[in-house]
């Protein structure tokens, strides 16, 4: 049942889901399936394996419930036939609940204490026959030993044993919750007298919007400012009704469902009444609660699934390859702190340098620079571009001038995460007895050199690629970072005798024992000289190694194979390949002319299929290929090193250092990301700014508007934009619906216009976001 549901959702064949669940299963990783198991699988790619992993999730998940729910009902002798085939059709947890609601145990309520008191068959009566009327019918059931105090008392009991029946419908609330789902806006309003507090939300003082609607970073934000006790939300079911005593659409819904209607019978005021408070005092608030939930799930996930995107873009950033780097944590009172690394990334050199205010030693600094820069022959500047980077990268820029011999490029780099990792327990048995403060000027050049291999080693929350990280759930988004590293770490392959613990922990296989007893076996017997040496690892078994072998690199070892994606348990397709052409291993690799001169059908066997054979013949081609692009860099403009520096219509190069679902922040240089918005990023209509750009792209912007006060830049992509005037309206489905008032304007309808003139964004894009993005 699960794979089925599984190969519908993924539009792939029942096969290839039993195949991927049985490798999962066996302790099979994503990457090593997507790679290496392509015939088994047929060719799953690493997306629809993920996509899978989660379905099946979820999907036993929702059995282990379905089991729970069927043995409770059955106990209390209470499932038929009918209820057991609907509990086993759910194909969702809200289904399977809604069906266990009736039955679920729970603390006595007033409608079962209303049935205790023997008024269950008024209830009835008064459903089933409105003609009746409500008062004589409660008549006979006034019992005071029982707590049935009067006729009053009697009917109060009646109503409550109704309007529980109907909130436990589970095809009631199917229908009030489609309903509620298409139609329901969501309402915001500032708490009285909590204004001053709430500025940061003051896009949601008054705001109304579709519930369906809302984007994620909208529902975070109203969800943010009503924990912080400055915001009231509400779910309004009947957005239309001007006038808030009206019935609401529900009540007709629950009405209808019953065949309840005002008929002018003796009865009929009683049920329409039993229908009012069924809305009010149970669904509607319980349905509140629900779609709020949803949609906090929605927007979180959302949430996480932009962070993963930024996270996976900065990861596969363009390395700068294995060259000597300075490395430059910049400050001002405190220094500049100096750390020089091989090209192995192995620490040579560390110095403080004093060239800002108060000491302003700006001249000895330079030729401090300069001195270390021609004794290590430094190729690479790495400068961090927090607070005094740009005086910083000024101070480098001179000092190159000056030094015409010293052929280095300098490069800004972020350095968000770098003090994490200064002092990280990592960080003290990476550096032993080196200073908390210059850990980070270690760690800002070696991101440089490789920063897939430097980024692995800082928790990702802390590199600010996120938005609203804060308010998502941690272990959900742990565990979605977690896979967006292990993917990039097993797309890029990893020296097996370079590598960290922390970057051999994230390889298909591994974990952080068998990456810490790698590396110690690796420091007491030297370099690994080939990948079966693995198996001489303490812990590391034929499991493991199975898993890995193929994601690890030995360079300069004895078998050639091992410095590429071949896995070793296909060497043999590799032995046939030589027997066949009669050329050595070595060189038959790198030459392209051979291997596409071969046919791939003639080296397949039971063992290893077509697929396999052809990745083998790529890998032969360029073994060890590193997928990230060629290493670039961008070119801030000098004198524009504060937001003051900023005028609307300036053209500079920056930075793309964060990709939001509404726009991307760029970094100039100035110590504060600007906003695209979607609607600038470009003159096409598209859905997702990472159709356009993603995180670590070099860019040109066009300034739009500058705001100092609040910290709030306006960039446009499209350099022909003119600053202040209307929008070209390129980019209809990213912008607001305008305004619209209801009573006398008081709400305002969607979001607002967010035309790059206009600062506020249409989504309060500064709400602690932005904040978080200040340098």
Same mark, same amino acid.
């Given at each position: 049942?699960?794979?089925?549901?599984?190969?519908?959702?993924?539009?792939?064949?029942?096969?290839?889901?039993?195949?991927?669940?049985?490798?999962?299963?066996?302790?099979?990783?994503?990457?090593?399936? !997507? @790679? #290496?198991?392509?015939?088994?699988?047929?060719?799953? *790619?690493?997306?629809? =394996?993920?996509?899978?992993?989660?379905? /099946? +999730?979820?999907?036993?998940?929702?059995?282990?419930?379905?089991?729970?729910?069927?043995?409770?009902?059955?106990?209390?002798?209470?499932?038929?036939?009918?209820?057991?085939?609907?509990?086993?059709?759910?194909?969702?947890?809200?289904?399977?609940?809604?069906?266990?609601?009736?039955?679920?145990?729970?603390?006595?309520?007033?409608?079962?204490?209303?049935?205790?008191?023997?008024?269950?068959?008024?209830?009835?009566?008064?459903?089933?026959?409105?003609?009746?009327?409500?008062?004589?019918?409660?008549?006979?059931?006034?019992?005071?030993?029982?707590?049935?105090?009067?006729?009053?008392?009697?009917?109060?009991? !009646? @109503? #409550?044993?109704?309007?529980?029946?109907?909130?436990? *419908?589970?095809?009631? =609330?199917?229908?009030?919750?489609?309903? /509620? +789902?298409?139609?329901?806006?969501?309402?915001?309003?500032?708490?009285?007298?909590?204004?001053?507090?709430?500025?940061?939300?003051?896009?949601?003082?008054?705001?109304?919007?579709?519930?369906?609607?809302?984007?994620?970073?909208?529902?975070?934000?109203?969800?943010?400012?009503?924990?912080?006790?400055?915001?009231?939300?509400?779910?309004?079911?009947?957005?239309?009704?001007?006038?808030?005593?009206?019935?609401?659409?529900?009540?007709?819904?629950?009405?209808?469902?019953?065949?309840?209607?005002?008929?002018?019978?003796?009865?009929?005021?009683?049920?329409?009444?039993?229908?009012?408070?069924?809305?009010?005092?149970?669904?509607?608030?319980?349905?509140?609660?629900?779609?709020?939930?949803?949609?906090?799930?929605?927007?979180?996930?959302?949430?996480? +699934?932009?962070?993963?995107?930024?996270?996976?873009?900065?990861?596969?950033?363009?390395?700068?390859?294995?060259?000597?780097?300075?490395?430059?944590?910049?400050?001002?009172?405190?220094?500049?702190?100096?750390?020089?690394?091989?090209?192995?990334?192995?620490?040579?050199?560390?110095?403080?340098?004093?060239?800002?205010?108060?000491?302003?030693?700006?001249?000895?600094?330079?030729?401090?620079?300069?001195?270390?820069?021609?004794?290590?022959?430094?190729?690479?500047?790495?400068?961090?571009?927090?607070?005094?980077?740009?005086?910083?990268?000024?101070?480098?820029?001179?000092?190159?001038?000056?030094?015409?011999?010293?052929?280095?490029?300098?490069?800004?780099?972020?350095?968000?995460?770098?003090?994490?990792?200064?002092?990280?327990?990592?960080?003290?048995?990476?550096?032993?007895?080196?200073?908390?403060?210059?850990?980070?000027?270690?760690?800002?050049?070696?991101?440089?050199?490789?920063?897939?291999?430097?980024?692995?080693?800082?928790?990702?929350?802390?590199?600010?690629?996120?938005?609203?990280?804060?308010?998502?759930?941690?272990?959900?988004?742990?565990?979605?970072?977690?896979?967006?590293?292990?993917?990039?770490?097993?797309?890029?392959?990893?020296?097996?005798?370079?590598?960290?613990?922390?970057?051999?922990?994230?390889?298909?296989?591994?974990?952080?024992?068998?990456?810490?007893?790698?590396?110690?076996?690796?420091?007491?017997?030297?370099?690994?000289?080939?990948?079966?040496?693995?198996?001489?690892?303490?812990?590391?078994?034929?499991?493991?190694?199975?898993?890995?072998?193929?994601?690890?690199?030995?360079?300069?070892?004895?078998?050639?194979?091992?410095?590429?994606?071949?896995?070793?348990?296909?060497?043999?397709?590799?032995?046939?390949?030589?027997?066949?052409?009669?050329?050595?291993?070595?060189?038959?690799?790198?030459?392209?002319?051979?291997?596409?001169?071969?046919?791939?059908?003639?080296?397949?066997?039971?063992?290893?299929?077509?697929?396999?054979?052809?990745?083998?013949?790529?890998?032969?081609?360029?073994?060890?290929?590193?997928?990230?692009?060629?290493?670039?860099?961008?070119?801030?403009?000098?004198?524009?090193?504060?937001?003051?520096?900023?005028?609307?219509?300036?053209?500079?190069?920056?930075?793309?250092?964060?990709?939001?679902?509404?726009?991307?922040?760029?970094?100039?240089?100035?110590?504060?990301?600007?906003?695209?918005?979607?609607?600038?990023?470009?003159?096409?209509?598209?859905?997702?700014?990472?159709?356009?750009?993603?995180?670590?792209?070099?860019?040109?912007?066009?300034?739009?508007?500058?705001?100092?006060?609040?910290?709030?830049?306006?960039?446009?992509?499209?350099?022909?934009?003119?600053?202040?005037?209307?929008?070209?309206?390129?980019?209809?489905?990213?912008?607001?619906?305008?305004?619209?008032?209801?009573?006398?304007?008081?709400?305002?309808?969607?979001?607002?216009?967010?035309?790059?003139?206009?600062?506020?964004?249409?989504?309060?894009?500064?709400?602690?976001?932005?904040?978080?993005?200040?340098?």
């Amino acid at each position: 049942m699960i794979t089925k549901t599984i190969a519908n959702e993924l539009a792939v064949n029942p096969a290839q889901v039993e195949a991927a669940v049985s490798l999962l299963d066996s302790g099979a990783t994503v990457p090593f399936i !997507a @790679r #290496y198991r392509k015939e088994a699988t047929q060719g799953l *790619d690493d997306t629809q =394996l993920r996509n899978l992993e989660q379905r /099946l +999730t979820y999907l036993r998940e929702l059995d282990e419930r379905r089991n729970v729910i069927l043995k409770s009902i059955d106990e209390q002798g209470k499932l038929t036939e009918e209820l057991k085939q609907q509990i086993t059709g759910a194909d969702s947890k809200t289904t399977l609940e809604d069906l266990y609601l009736p039955y679920k145990p729970r603390r006595r309520t007033k409608g079962q204490i209303a049935i205790e008191a023997g008024l269950l068959p008024l209830a009835d009566q008064l459903f089933e026959d409105p003609s009746k009327s409500p008062e004589q019918a409660a008549e006979p059931f006034v019992a005071p030993d029982k707590g049935v105090a009067d006729v009053k008392s009697a009917l109060e009991g !009646a @109503r #409550y044993i109704l309007m529980e029946r109907f909130a436990e *419908d589970a095809a009631l =609330l199917g229908k009030i919750r489609g309903y /509620l +789902t298409d139609h329901a806006f969501i309402d915001s309003t500032v708490v009285k007298g909590k204004e001053n507090d709430a500025q940061k939300y003051k896009d949601y003082f008054s705001h109304s919007e579709k519930l369906k609607n809302v984007p994620s970073h909208r529902a975070l934000a109203m969800f943010r400012g009503r924990n912080e006790g400055v915001l009231q939300i509400q779910l309004n079911a009947d957005p239309k009704n001007e006038d808030p005593k009206a019935p609401s659409h529900c009540e007709h819904i629950i009405a209808e469902h019953y065949n309840i209607a005002n008929r002018g019978r003796p009865a009929d005021a009683f049920m329409q009444q039993v229908v009012q408070w069924t809305w009010k005092i149970k669904i509607g608030l319980h349905m509140e609660t629900e779609l709020f939930s949803a949609l906090r799930d929605r927007a979180e996930e959302e949430a996480i +699934t932009v962070f993963a995107k930024n996270l996976n873009d900065l990861l596969m950033a363009a390395p700068a390859g294995a060259k000597t780097t300075m490395g430059l944590d910049p400050g001002l009172r405190t220094g500049v702190k100096v750390a020089i690394v091989d090209s192995t990334g192995k620490v040579v050199a560390t110095n403080t340098i004093f060239p800002h205010a108060p000491q302003n030693l700006w001249d000895k600094a330079a030729r401090t620079l300069a001195t270390l820069c021609k004794q290590h022959k430094v190729q690479l500047i790495s400068i961090g571009n927090g607070t005094g980077s740009r005086e910083t990268d000024k101070l480098v820029a001179e000092m190159l001038k000056a030094n015409s011999d010293i052929n280095a490029q300098k490069i800004m780099v972020s350095e968000a995460g770098a003090s994490v990792y200064s002092a990280s327990e990592l960080a003290s048995k990476e550096l032993p007895g080196m200073d908390v403060s210059l850990r980070g000027a270690v760690s800002i050049a070696r991101r440089l050199q490789d920063p897939l291999a430097e980024l692995v080693k800082i928790e990702p929350k802390a590199i600010g690629v996120g938005q609203y990280q804060h308010d998502v759930s941690q272990s959900q988004l742990g565990k979605s970072l977690d896979r967006v590293i292990e993917d990039c770490v097993n797309a890029v392959g990893v020296d097996l005798n370079t590598a960290s613990p922390a970057l051999l922990s994230y390889v298909s296989g591994l974990n952080k024992t068998l990456a810490q007893n790698i590396v110690q076996f690796r420091d007491t017997n030297g370099a690994f000289d080939n990948r079966k040496a693995l198996l001489n690892v303490e812990r590391l078994g034929p499991k493991a190694f199975e898993q890995a072998a193929g994601f690890l690199r030995i360079y300069q070892g004895n078998n050639a194979l091992d410095q590429s994606a071949v896995h070793p348990e296909s060497y043999t397709v590799v032995d046939a390949i030589v027997a066949k052409t009669d050329v050595a291993v070595n060189d038959l690799i790198g030459n392209t002319a051979l291997l596409k001169a071969l046919s791939p059908e003639e080296f397949t066997s039971d063992e290893f299929g077509l697929p396999t054979v052809k990745d083998i013949l790529k890998e032969l081609d360029k073994p060890g290929r590193d997928p990230r692009p060629e290493f670039k860099t961008a070119s801030f403009k000098e004198g524009v090193e504060t937001i003051s520096d900023l005028k609307p219509g300036m053209i500079l190069e920056g930075v793309v250092s964060n990709v939001a679902n509404f726009g991307a922040f760029v970094d100039v240089g100035v110590h504060q990301d600007g906003l695209v918005h979607i609607s600038a990023l470009t003159d096409k209509f598209i859905s997702d700014p990472r159709d356009v750009v993603k995180a670590g792209d070099i860019v040109k912007v066009k300034v739009m508007e500058v705001d100092t006060a609040r910290k709030r830049i306006s960039f446009s992509m499209r350099l022909d934009d003119t600053p202040g005037a209307p929008a070209k309206g390129n980019n209809p489905g990213s912008r607001g619906k305008g305004a619209a008032n209801k009573s006398g304007g008081k709400k305002q309808r969607a979001e607002k216009s967010s035309q790059p003139g206009n600062l506020a964004m249409g989504n309060a894009f500064a709400d602690a976001f932005a904040k978080a993005k200040q340098k």
